[in-house]
């Protein structure tokens, strides 16, 4: 039995969608939900719903039983709470005997020295935890989703061009679902015990760069620029993030432009057997 955390999630539910067309049976994948009135369209797909919160060491426990892949999609609480949740599934994990543990952890060139502090350092501090439990593990290093680049550069790029203070900084973006695809990989092929992959496009493209591409797609100059940070924050607002996502994603901006994105790194090709998704088709399919 397969087990998918985050199933109602954006990674969680591509994972199983991908699951099922590599052809897992869906009553062989467990979704792990915290919400029932959220389980509908899991339950219309044949999966077996578990309830089960990070933060309910004992919801774990019971989702758990005769589970012998688990996928840890990494929490979206408040950052205090993401490695403590984690904790709690590995160590729930470790009882249940689970027998293999896949943590999405984030791609960057240091975690521990990151701009980004205690925001990335969970990342770190549960691939630690993981690798001590003695649970055979995989750790999926996820850069930053390509899916996130309209939200990042700002609404109406066709009059306000790409709108985001992130220096000439690299980053690898790569689509969601091809994180998911990579996933699903790992839950169904064998060998990848106590490894580490990278999740990252072979290419890895800064904003300028993005901009030219959208130019290429829309068939119109799109600039970039960059706003001040208060301007910046106040723009993802109005896209509608809150005041507090606001900042945390503008600190990422921040890490983008310090280049701690750019690893150079991407095992994508040779988990999936043929180059990802590159960045151009993927902005193509949203822009144009
Ligand atoms: N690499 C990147 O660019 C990037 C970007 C954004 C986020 N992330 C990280 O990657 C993770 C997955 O991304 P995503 O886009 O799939 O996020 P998402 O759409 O927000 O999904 C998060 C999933 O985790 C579940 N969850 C949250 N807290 C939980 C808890 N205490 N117990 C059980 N389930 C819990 C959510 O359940 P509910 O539906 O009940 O809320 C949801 O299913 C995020 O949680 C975040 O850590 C990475």
């Known amino acids: 039995m397969i ?18 067309n590599r052809g897992v049976s869906p009553n062989n994948i467990t979704a792990l939900v915290r919400d029932e009135n959220k389980s509908a369209e899991l339950r219309l797909k044949g999966l077996q719903i578990k309830i089960g ?28 709470k993401r490695f403590e949740q984690h904790k709690n599934v590995i160590n729930a994990a470790k009882e249940s005997r689970v027998g293999h543990l896949i943590y999405t952890s984030f791609d960057m060139i240091d975690l521990q020295q990151s701009v980004m502090g205690d925001e990335v350092l969970y990342h770190a501090r549960t691939a630690d935890y993981l690798k ?16 996130m680049i309209p939200f990042l550069i700002g609404k109406d ?27 699903a990989v790992i839950l169904t092929t064998r060998g990848h015990e106590n490894k580490e992959y990278v999740i990252s496009a072979e290419t890895a493209f800064s904003f300028a760069e993005i901009a030219d591409l959208l130019s290429d797609i829309t068939g119109k100059t799109i600039t970039y620029h960059q706003p001040e940070l208060s301007t910046y924050i106040a723009q993802l607002i109005l896209t509608g993030a809150s005041e507090d996502d606001a900042a945390y994603i503008a600190r990422f901006a ?35």
Request: charged content about 20%; aromatic content about 8%.
């Open 3 to 20: 087990l998918v955390t985050g199933a109602t999630g954006n990674l969680g539910k591509a994972t199983i969608d991908s699951l099922i």
């Open 254 to 288: 921040g890490a983008i432009a310090r280049g701690e994105f750019d690893t150079n790194k991407s095992d994508v090709k040779k988990l999936l057997g043929r180059s990802p998704v590159n960045l151009k088709d993927f902005l193509q399919s949203i822009y144009s």
């Open 53 to 80: 919160d990070y933060q309910d060491f004992e919801s774990l426990q019971s989702a758990f039983r005769g589970v012998d892949r688990l996928l840890l999609v990494s929490s979206s609480a408040d950052i205090s």
């Open 157 to 183: 790029i066709l009059n306000n061009g790409v709108s985001i203070p992130a220096g000439d900084g690299r980053t690898p973006f790569l689509p969601i679902s091809e994180m998911a695809e990579a996933n």
């Open 132 to 147: 001590r439990s003695a649970i055979p593990y995989t750790l999926m290093d996820n850069t930053m989703y390509a899916d």
